[in-house]
């Protein structure tokens, strides 16, 4: 085993070649699934990101418990916030299916 790291290492360092293994974050980029939110309860998955479909007010909530309004959340935007509920901040009414994607 030791030989072939050798021959390797030695190959590497011979031909020039540098190999970086990928390094995968928990960032928008790695979305490979989405959800419509359509109800007002902070039970969903944790979320990567979120997209607005729908210009409006919006509450998200972090932990399950509380929730974070933000104003103005403009349609077509990916917010790079990880969360588990969101609600519309009026009456904290349900989302239209479409207005709030949780994005995985």
Known sequence: MKKL??????FFLVCGAVYAAPVIYN?????FSA???ISNVATVSRSKAVWI??????DFSF???TWVTFQG???????PIQV???RITSGA????AGDVVFLY
């Open 84 to 86: 588990v509920g969101a």
């Open 27 to 31: 960032d928008t980029a790695s979305a």
């Open 93 to 96: 009414a349900n989302p239209n």
């Open 5 to 10: 790291l050798l021959t390797v290492s030695l």
């Open 63 to 65: 932990n399950g418990t």
């Open 53 to 58: 479909g729908t210009t409006q007010s919006l």
């Open 35 to 37: 959800v419509s939110i």
């Open 73 to 79: 959340a403009t349609a077509g935007t990916v917010l």
